[in-house]
């Protein structure tokens, strides 16, 4: 069965806090995704990773980290959270022509 | 850099009828691929179809079709015999064949009324 798991689904932080998203995948999948959804914006790639230790910065990085270290775990880092990161993040993994979504991750930052 | 514009931030449909979004993209690259995603009330993004920019047949899957008219780049899905549980938010999206960073339009909101 295809799935993409994050956790935490849901994530309250104080401001300077700092945040670790987590995101895995059972499909193998060599390319893997960080985007964040803000109301009236679409999905904005954060990071790609194309395989372990081969990350790429998407069109909004500022602010975030990520790290891979087996193929099949992406995770996402805030260090030092700001309010403005205030957003739902979606992990993704994919091959050539397709994307698999995650749930979502539902993060506040206060 | 590429971009994608989904004018209508909402539809409304009666069930049973068909209904066209529109997407309009911008982008350098000759080859490239474009997007239709699904997002539920719950959350839930799923892919629903795929058009290929080289070719000139219209990518149909189901009661899910393209309208792609690349002098326009402009791919439209559209959708027959709509269903209640076809309300969600549609998003186009594209990616070109030398990298796998996808683009996202805005959304399209269909509500499908009885």
């Known amino acids: 069965d295809m799935k993409v798991t994050q956790m935490p689904r849901y994530l309250i932080k104080r401001m300077g806090e700092n945040v670790l998203l987590e995101c895995g995948q059972d499909?193998?999948?060599?390319?893997m995704y960080w985007y964040r959804q803000d109301p009236g914006l679409g999905l904005q790639l954060i990071y790609i990773?194309?395989?372990?230790?081969?990350?790429s910065e998407g069109d909004i990085p500022k602010g975030y980290r990520v790290s891979r270290k087996k193929r099949e775990h992406f995770s996402l880092i805030l260090d030092s959270a700001k309010t403005n990161q205030t957003s739902v993040y979606f992990c993704?993994?994919?091959?050539?022509?397709?994307?698999?979504f995650g749930p979502g991750t539902r993060l506040t930052v206060l | 850099a590429q971009k994608v514009t989904q004018t209508q931030t909402s539809i409304s449909v009666v069930e049973k009828t068909t209904v066209t979004m529109d997407c309009v993209y911008e982008?350098?690259?000759?080859?490239?691929?474009l997007f239709w995603y699904k997002q539920t009330a719950s959350g839930e993004i799923v892919f629903l179809i795929r058009?290929?920019?080289?070719?000139?047949e219209n990518a149909t899957v189901g009661h899910y079709s393209l309208n792609f008219q690349k002098p326009k780049s402009s791919i439209g899905l559209i959708i027959t015999a709509t269903q209640i549980e076809d309300s969600a938010v549609y998003f186009c999206?594209?990616?070109?064949?030398?990298?796998?960073?996808?683009?996202f339009g805005a959304g399209t909101r269909l509500k499908v009324i009885a």
């Open positions: 993704a993994s994919g091959h050539a022509y397709e994307q698999y």
């Open positions: 499909m193998s999948h060599e390319t």
């Open positions: 990773s194309y395989d372990v230790d081969s990350n």
């Open positions: 982008t350098r690259d000759s080859s490239y691929f």
């Open positions: 058009q290929d920019s080289y070719k000139k």
């Open positions: 999206a594209m990616r070109d064949t030398g990298n796998y960073k996808y683009v």
